[in-house]
């Protein structure tokens, strides 16, 4: 267990350089994601504001219900999402796909939280606070780590086709490789709960107030 938290420690002080990447491209993409709501028009923000606000009312009609759904829905998400990434990593043409996803996903954050500020000013705070905020304190770190992973295992793999001198053991890597992603996946479970069955239930008592 020692031996495998020094090696792990060891590959992050390595390539720190990729993690600090990662973290700047997807902050990079949450503040194009606030540049972007700043830049629509008054109609626009209104259309999609009307939708949101459908929705919440919906949300506060529905109540609880469908939770085990909701949580099946959220975990093959992250499945999904994480298998794209697990797949990119492990070929050679996948790190500038990987980029891009963190990239989107920074935007999409970005985006959200700056729409819902900018159109519901300290209710729209409130709201990502109990909504958006839990689940991605969990979810943002497991995705930089991930793409992060995926892309520092890409890497290995063009040194391995197109640069003769390097040689290191693929098949202990790629091991290394999928039992960390493992990992992260298990996480991803706990971050799921608390999307579901903390984040929700916040939202609803929020929205509850809010349209009282």
Partial sequence: ??????????DVQTHMNIFVFIFVLFLMGMIFGAVIVNSMNFVQKQDLFFYLKQFFEQQTMIGGTGKATLWKDSVLYHLKYMLLLFLLGISVIGMPIITVLLFLKGLVIGFSVGFLVNQMGWYGLLISSVSIAPQNVIIIPVYLIAGSLALIFSLTLCKQLFIRRVHQPIMKGFVRYSALFGALIAILMVSSVVEVFLSNTFLEYVLKWIYK
């Avoid at 267990?1 to 060891?10: E, L």
């Fill in 1 to 10: 267990m020692q031996q495998g938290m020094r090696m792990v420690k060891n």
